[in-house]
């Protein structure tokens, strides 16, 4: 076992509360891995813009090794803050590259199996209508977006897509009110970017595609398929090269490919057509084995309806 | 019952030991919410007095903190005086950011010395423009504008959203609903090297000590104090009150404009949605602790600014919840209120009642 | 246009105005209730997350769902005693007092919410309210769609805003609160208590406004989130001077701005790529204040509203 | 008897057996009342019985501690010191929980304050039903009570419409929803605070026939006044307080006006002796204005006042008055007509008014007349502050401010703390001092005087007649409106008479009496006056 003093001090930096989707995957990759006793494990959730420097450097100032959080929107004070404290490390969300001497950055590139899933939801569609409810149409959002209509148009090329995005993070109610807009205009498949979506689809006995996390086991028989988001990958690679002295400023982005382990694509066998399940599997193979790569497209989607 | 008899007389001190007094129960009261996350109170407090004045960076970040909420505090305390419920601090501030941007982020090609009080003065009048739409919707129509600031905050922030998604996104942004960053020649000097204070703050004391000299001073202070107290008295003794109304509602968006502008061009370097966790409204509440005293506003901006800081630096080193310095804020933010009862009144539990 | 007419025809879109108007319904009775007796209450955004936090919380940990509207209609009581112990006997700003506990309900929610589930990485989820599914009605042709996808939580708004009303303007109660709103001295010089009127109208108006905040997590949704009120608190403010302190008003105004919204996210998908959204979400906004301009004239609103009553003082 | 031979012991002047039946007994004793506001003794042991059936005036200057004195018995505020007794309904004294409002409507005692309590809106019905019945019955039939109202309003004489939203009844109707609140009550004792203040004297009058054929039935009646007339002609006893003391306490029939007027002060008023000025040319013109409609119109008003002149305006409260004064204070804009001051005609402005030397006395005091939040100095410079006399530079000179502050409460015996005082905590007399020594110093060409002793006591209501004089006497043309007929007669050279937004022509006042005044106030013209 490792003598407390050695571990190494890791904290997080949340603008969002744990349980949005793509933060908790960050809080879940990072609790993993203090509860494997690699490291001990802060983090600040819900930090308003103005104050996400001083907790940047209240951290750096404690001593922390590595600093992990979302650059997006603070992207200026977190680099300024990074330069100041050269011997920790950082590796923040970023649609931008690293930065010198301590700044690594890493990005939910999920397109791979999002892009599967689509292959599947091409073919459960009867009216070829898909409703897509996000966020806000930044690359992290539209680059999944994409991939997912790109599959699905492989697969059926009459498929149509609503799209809407709610223009907030965090507001179920509301994506569950533009997901039943988008039924009543006669979608039945959801693409659950955002929480409350699958509800609207469960609720009106629709199917949904899951978006980063797992949903399945709280919305039974409603989620067909999933892209996944796992951030131990990409947490474990960070950990390890600041442990052993060899952090580098570097993209972690590859490593939430399905090819590190990083992205995931997952069926409900039950829900999904057989055919197109073949269809999907072979392609992920192709995807595994380097022989297919899927266009990143942070275009914003539209709807083609 | 309780009955309250107003003192004849109150003494400075009183009026400075009651709300150090109100404090002092409110931090006692945290013990509660800390005690019940499991973290060792008395550790607490003393990582608490660090996190708001333990250091240079502590303070900085105290100060930066206390600038917008100076500037959205004198927002609400002069309007308040003339007795016009600006509540839209909130959304005057995300026009003066939103100016400021406009301004500072390259459209205007100019030295420092100008592009800076060209980025301030933009921002002051995009906070006064829009405070001016409920000011006269109130003088000339008569609608009541608690509520008409208060919508118009949301209003404001949808066209905030919209510029920032549409013409005013920064093309470098990936995307993201972020502004244009403001050029280094209109960022408002830091003022501690490293540290994020910023001459914001010195535009929030000078603006304070404008108004304290413009309420007690001047003929128009006379008048928005005239008019804030008896508009018909002060309508039948020749004063303007509708040219006041206007006056107070572009002076008070003006204020809570710069503190847009001091959160972007001294802060942030560019415009989000979520620039603000709302200061505007904040505001109010610093100005009613400070009795509506431009120079208390100050003091009650700083006090709230710490408290803020402090539990917030706590929560953090003890790995408590941060929501926890938002609850010890609001807790010090109703002691403080309730002891001003104290500073007016006599509070008499009981009292003499005859017979029963 | 033929687009917005299809809208406009479908009950799910008069469905969905409903179910965005309950919340407001319920507050936009609270706070009418609140002000009616000569209290503004702007502690409703708080409270609105408190109920909706402790009522769902009562659920999760085991009660049944009415229990659990119980409970969150108790604990906005509570912070409603709060307000109105700071504005009636205590006499404070009315204004500072409701932004107070706005900011004390919220935080004090969140850090109880995350003291309570310090290590959940997905919200956790109740069984909430189902939609009323009454045999015969739910058949009808445009009403039974329309209406009977509510739950049970939205006919209570539904009949409170009757009980309201009915109470207000025919029982002896009514009168009082109407009366201590208007002129407490009036009510005083007859013989009731000042402070007991609205103390009690304070408690009863906030607890419906936590039970507005309960919808959210018990009936619009199955969890709690952060943030989750995200303004309709301060929307149900601007209903009530909207509604000249009508409760029949209030309704109108609540499923206007309902309908509004449910329009505007309908829309977005038909033009969206044309006008920004933005623009649709404001229209609600904009239309209050021009419903407010228009009214301003005319509304008679409670004359000791925002005004402290100290007994035996002048 | 005992507490009698205390009175005359403590110099009270008379005592309360004076005229009452010997062997009747009190329905009410105050017994040693004392209130402290602060270091302000209001109320100072004082002893006062009511018995069944009488009506006692209640007399006293501005601030005596009159309505305090009610206020405690009606349970608003409590006293430092003494007790109240009331009478059961079978005649035992009983003592009455004091501070409280239900306890003494409970025990019969029903009050009409100064200002009234009713809430503006509700019907007069559901104002007096208010706290009559359980709060939580689910229905309130009024039919009963309705029933129940009409017989006491055929009884009593006091009809007005129940089913009429208070705020749109005129101020004379609403004094009997008041009065028929206590009634409804059962009250056995009915206390008026300055019932008359805002009636007309028609109104007034019959109040107290009202008054008296209640009390005939039994009620025993308190009502505080400042008018002498009143007092001697409705009263049966006169209590009168001084600095928050009894001081006297006599049957009326052993009273005269110039007695009560030096009880009350402590000292002894000379009326002011009227002199003739001469009248000067027209300051003020009015030609043909028109204005408004329903009860606060105006039609076709044309008015001259000349310098050294008093023109009194008479007329029954509600008759246009308001909208006239208004208009001559510049807080409103004329539908049609002219307005000269000296022969300069302007637009009506606040400021333009002032600067042609037209000041004006507010009808409504507390409202338009003075801002109660701002200190005594603040409001005597307040229409001057853009003066160059009291700033430089938009920057105000607080010396200048302080200067003329001392100066003017030394000359005009404003009794307050200083110039730094709040001006909402001085009597009505004294902030009605404030207002002349503002307006009054500035030497104008023209005053308007709107109900300017309205609610004041004898010595106030002297003072502003003396300064109204002096104006006068200095050349000033002053515009009278009152409704106080003695008032008029005693100050103006001319009488005009506006009735229905219509002003007739203005008439020497010594060619006049009062009966033809008032039938004019009442909108029969006089044919044989000229
Ligand atoms: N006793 C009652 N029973 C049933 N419905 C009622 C009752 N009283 C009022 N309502 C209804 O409730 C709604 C709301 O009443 P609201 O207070 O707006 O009426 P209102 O006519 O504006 O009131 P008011 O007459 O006091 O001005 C109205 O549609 C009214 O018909
Ligand atoms: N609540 C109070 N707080 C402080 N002082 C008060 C209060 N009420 C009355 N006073 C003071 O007590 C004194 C007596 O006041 P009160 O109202 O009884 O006089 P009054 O005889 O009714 O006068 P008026 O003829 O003007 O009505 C005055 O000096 C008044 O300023
Ligand atoms: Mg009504
Ligand atoms: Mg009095």
Redo the contacts with the bound molecule.
Sequence with gaps: AVAQEEKLKVAAIYTVPVEQQWVSRIHKALNAAQQHGDISYTFSENVANTDYERVMREYAEGGMDLIVGEAFAVERAARNVAKEYPDTAFLMGSSFGPAKPNFAVFDNWIHEPSYLTGMIAGKATKSNVIGMVGGYAIPEVSRLMNAFMEGAREVNPDVKFLVTFINSWYDPPKAKEAAFAMIDKGADILYAERFGVSDAAKEKGILAIGNVIDTASDYPGTILSSALWHMEPTIDKVIEDVSSGNFEPADYGPYSYMAHGGGSFVVDESLADADALKAAREKEQEILDGLFRVNVNDEEPKSTL | MIRFE?REYVSTRRVIGAPVFAALIALALAAIPIWSAGADIATAYVLMVNGAIGSVFAISELLARATPLILTGLAAAVAFRAKLWNIGGEGQLYAGALAAVAVGSGSLALPSYALIPAVLVAGALAGAAVMLVPTLLKVKLGADEVVTTLLLNFVILLIVQMMLEGPMQDPMGMGWPQSEPVLEEAMLPQLIARMRVHAGLIVALLAAVFAAILMRRTVWGFEIRAVGANPSAARHAGIPVTATFVRVGLLSGAFAGLAGVGEVAGLKGYLTADLSPGFGYAGIVVAMLAGLSPLGVVIAAIFVAGVFVGADSMSRALGVSSYLADLVVAMSLLCVLISGLFVRYHVRIGGSRATD | MIEILDILVNPNFWAAAIRIATPLIFGVLGALICERSGVLNLGIEGIFTAGAMAGWMAVWLGADLWTGVAVAAAVGGVFGLLHAILTVPFGLSQHVSGIGVTLFATSLSYFAYRTALPDVSSPPRITPFQPLDIEGFSDLPFIGAALFQQTPLTFLALFLVLAVAFILNRTPLGFAIRAVGDNPAAVEAQGLSVFGLRVGAVIVGSALMAIGGAFLTMSAFDAFFFGMVNGRGWICIALVVFASWRPGKALLGALLFGAFDAFQVRLQTEVGAFVPGQVFLMLPYLLSIFALVAAARKADYPRALLKPYFK??? | MASRAKQVANGIIGGPMSDAPAEQAAVLKLAGIT?R??A?L??HAINLDLYPGEIVALL????????????ILFGH?VADEGTVQIATPGGELRPLAQGSPQAALKAGIGMVH?HFTLAENLTGIDNILLGTRSLFSPFASKRSARARLEKIMRDSGLTVDLDTRVSRLSVGEQQRIEILKALYRDARVLVL??PTAVLTPQESENLFQTLRSLADEGLSIVF?S?KMAEVLSASDRVAV?RH?ELVADLPTKACDRNMLADIMVGRHLEPEARMEVDKGPPLLKLSGISTGHGRDALHNVSLEVHGGEILGLAGVSGNGQGALARIISGLELPRSGSMEIDGRRLKPAPRTVMREGLVRIPEDRHRDGIVGEMTVAENLVIEDVRSKAFQSFGFLDFSAIEERAEEAIEAYDIRCPGGGAVAR?????NIQKIILARTLDKEPKVVLAAQPTR???IGATEDVHRRLFEARARGAAILLISEDLDELFQMSGRIAVIHRGKVSPPREAAGLNRSQVGLMMAGQESEDAT
């Design positions: 107003p | 035996g003082q002048r | 209130k506001f602060g302000l209001a109320n006293g200057e501005n601030g005596a501690g009159k309505t305090t004195l009610m206020n505020y100064q605070d300055e505080i400042h307080l928050g905590l001085l009597s009505g007399g609610g004041l006591d």
